[in-house]
T-cell receptor
Framework: EAEVAQSPRYKITEKSQAVAFWCDPI?????LYWYRQILGQGPELLVQ????????DSQLPKDRFSAERLKGVDSTLKIQPAELGDSAMYLC??????????????FGQGTRLTVV | AQKVTQAQTEISVVEKEDVTLDCVYE???????LFWYKQPPSGELVFLIR??????QNEISGRYSWNFQKSTSSFNFTITASQVVDSAVYFC?????????????FGGGTRVLVKP
C-alpha cells in the first residue's frame, strides 16, 4: 500500500542548532503539505506545494523555516536556528488531482522534534 | 477565515458504549469539504471520511456514522459499540473546494478513551 514516508521519526536537537526533515509523498501526488502539530492541538499548515511551486506559505516563519521541493517529488523542511517553541510533531501529507477533484490528504507518521 | 471547534477535549467510555464527537465549523465559502481523521498513538493521521457541503445525507460505514447539518454548521461523528482499538484522538477538519488542493483547517481534537 502506497504511503507517505518521513524521516527521521524522532529528532532531539539543541537550541540554536539547525535541523531538517524529509518527506517522500505518494508517487504521482502533485500536492505536498507540511503541517506542524503542537502537543494537544490540531495540526496547522506551514507550507503547501503544487509540484515544485509554493502555493501557500503564509504561516511559515520565514526567518527561521525554509522548505523546498526541487524536483516536484520529495521535500525538505529546515529550521535554523531551532528554538524551544519549535518542539512539535511535523507532519507531511500529499494529495492528487483525480476525476476533477482533489483527493483527501494522506499523512505520513510524522517527525517528532524536541528542542532542548 | 475558517474555523473548526471541537468542544469535547476528552471522552471516556466503557467498551460497547456509543460515543458521539461534536464538530462545529465556520466558513464563508459556499462550497467546502468536511473531514474526520483519526490519530492513534503512533502519530499518523488516518483519513475516515470526506463530505462535500452540497451533500447533507448522513453516512454510515460499519460502526461509524456521520451527521452533517448545514443549518447548524455541524458535522458530528458517532462510533457505535465502541472497542478498545477506537482509542485515539479524532480530528474534524475543513477545507475549501477548489483546484488549489485540500488545505485543511483542523479542530483541536477529541481524545477518546475506550476502557475494556
Amino acid at each position: 500500500e502506497a504511503e507517505v514516508a518521513q524521516s527521521p521519526r524522532y529528532k532531539i536537537t539543541e537550541k540554536s542548532q539547525a535541523v531538517a526533515f524529509w518527506c517522500d509523498p505518494i508517487s504521482g501526488h502533485a500536492t505536498l503539505y507540511w503541517y506542524r502539530q503542537i502537543l494537544g492541538q490540531g495540526p496547522e499548515l506551514l507550507v503547501q506545494f503544487q509540484d515544485e511551486s509554493v502555493v501557500d506559505d503564509s504561516q511559515l516563519p520565514k526567518d527561521r523555516f525554509s522548505a523546498e521541493r526541487l524536483k516536484g517529488v520529495d521535500s525538505t523542511l529546515k529550521i535554523q536556528p531551532a528554538e524551544l517553541g519549535d518542539s512539535a510533531m511535523y507532519l507531511c501529507a500529499s494529495s492528487s488531482w483525480t476525476g476533477g477533484r482533489n483527493t483527501e490528504a494522506f499523512f505520513g507518521q510524522g517527525t517528532r522534534l524536541t528542542v532542548v | 477565515a475558517q474555523k473548526v471547534t471541537q468542544a469535547q477535549t476528552e471522552i471516556s467510555v466503557v467498551e460497547k458504549e456509543d460515543v458521539t464527537l461534536d464538530c462545529v465549523y465556520e466558513t464563508r465559502d459556499t462550497t467546502y469539504y468536511l473531514f474526520w481523521y483519526k490519530q492513534p498513538p503512533s502519530g499518523e493521521l488516518v483519513f475516515l471520511i470526506r463530505r462535500n457541503s452540497f451533500d447533507e445525507q448522513n453516512e454510515i460505514s460499519g460502526r461509524y456514522s456521520w451527521n452533517f447539518q448545514k443549518s447548524t454548521s455541524s458535522f458530528n461523528f458517532t462510533i457505535t459499540a465502541s472497542q478498545v482499538v477506537d482509542s485515539a484522538v479524532y480530528f474534524c477538519a475543513l477545507s475549501e473546494a477548489g483546484a488549489a488542493g485540500n488545505k485543511l483547517t483542523f479542530g483541536g481534537g477529541t481524545r477518546v478513551l475506550v476502557k475494556p
